[in-house]
T-cell receptor, first 118, second 111 residues
């Protein structure tokens, strides 16, 4: 079974600094996808970034980048130039291949609560 | 239109009530999902619909009944719920092999 581990229950960062949120995964599949989501206190899960297992380049989306180290099975999220609005829960997730085309299961880690201090 | 909408935002119901949650997307995504999320926990998958057919049921109690009337709409019918069913219910949709996009959720309280 696939598994996602986020070892940091909470993280603190000063505004404008960079922060790394850790995520390790365990799978025997060759093809898989890794995702990061942000969940503010309002509850909505916001998709941030995606990395495919065959992608050779690390994914980047604006201030977000994914440090993908396949041999170490890690997919850490790096947020540069933190802003107060980045304070939220962050979930790492892995895609399990679905039983039918177009329906994939996501396995989530337990999450990391990030607090950005002014 | 690049969003998933959910109604209502908040719902309070008694254990004998029947209510429904609604989810809608107009992105042409063929897979739609229901998740349940308790406080300080990750979302837990409940149901997956693919091409309007139920493809995954994660052993959810029968007091939760999903319905997919068409490719844009997903309902979750609730009946005889228990207080422990109080949670945030999230709907999501996805194109094949891509990220799932979530709605804002319905916060459900069962009295």
């Amino acid at each position: 079974a696939q598994k996602i581990t986020q070892t940091q229950p909470g993280m603190f960062v000063q505004e404008k600094e960079a922060v790394t949120l850790d995520c390790t995964y365990d799978t025997s599949d060759q093809s898989y996808g890794l995702f990061w989501y942000k969940q503010p206190s309002s509850g909505e899960m916001i998709f941030l970034i995606y990395q495919g297992s065959y992608d050779e380049q690390n994914a980047t989306e604006g201030r977000y980048s994914l440090n993908f180290q396949k041999a170490r099975k890690s997919a850490n999220l790096v947020i540069s130039a933190s802003q107060l609005g980045d304070s939220a829960m962050y979930f790492c997730a892995m895609r399990e291949d679905g039983l039918r085309g177009g329906s994939e299961k996501l396995v989530f880690g337990k999450g990391t609560k990030l607090t950005v201090n002014p | 239109d690049t969003e998933v909408t959910q109604t209502p935002k908040h719902l309070v119901m008694g254990m004998t009530n029947k209510k429904s949650l609604k989810c809608e997307q107009h992105m042409g995504h063929r897979a739609m999902y229901w998740y349940k999320q308790k406080a300080k926990k990750p979302p837990e998958l409940m149901f997956v619909y693919s091409y309007e057919k139920l493809s995954i049921n994660e052993s959810v109690p029968s007091r939760f009944s999903p319905e997919c009337p068409n490719s844009s709409l997903l309902n979750l019918h609730l009946h005889a719920l228990q207080p422990e069913d109080s949670a945030l219910y999230l709907c999501a949709s996805s194109p094949s092999g891509r990220a799932q996009f979530f709605g804002p959720g319905t916060r459900l309280t069962v009295l």
